[in-house]
Nanobody, 125 residues
Framework: QVQLVESGGGLVQAGGSLRLSCAAS????????MAWFRQAPGKEREFVAA???????TDYADSVKGRFTISGDNAKSTVWLQMNSLTPDDSSFYC???????????????????WGQGTQVTVFS
């Protein structure tokens, strides 16, 4: 069983930055795609960013374009989310996701096989 473990969340002042990371807890086959989702209280889960190594493609939610950057190491099934210019609206519980062969056209959907436990991000003004 593949387990994804996130880190890097915390409390940050508005305008600041955080870098989230996610890695598989044990050796496994490399992921074809990995992503970040977030969910705030009373809200539905929201897509944030994804990377597909099979097609060398990345995708971002409009709300984070220009501020967040997703990157990763496919060989290690590791992904990072660099978050800059954070605002209170970015406060949420962030979860990583992975899939071995998810079609690139679906990387912005929640159709992933593996999910991390999540990490809390709180932005104060």
């Amino acid at each position: 069983q593949v387990q994804l473990v996130e880190s890097g969340g915390g409390l940050v002042q508005a305008g600041g930055s955080l870098r989230l990371s996610c890695a598989a807890s044990a050796r496994t086959f490399s992921m074809g795609a990995m992503a970040w989702f977030r969910q705030a209280p009373g809200k539905e889960r929201e897509f944030v960013a994804a990377i597909s190594w099979s097609s060398s493609y990345t995708d971002y939610a409009d709300s984070v374009k220009g501020r967040f950057t997703i990157s990763g190491d496919n060989a290690k099934s590791t992904v990072w989310l660099q978050m800059n210019s954070l605002t209170p609206d970015d406060s949420s519980f962030y979860c990583s996701a992975g899939h071995h062969d998810l079609h690139p056209a679906k990387i912005a959907t929640p159709r992933y096989d593996y999910w991390g436990q999540g990490t809390q991000v709180t932005v104060f003004s």
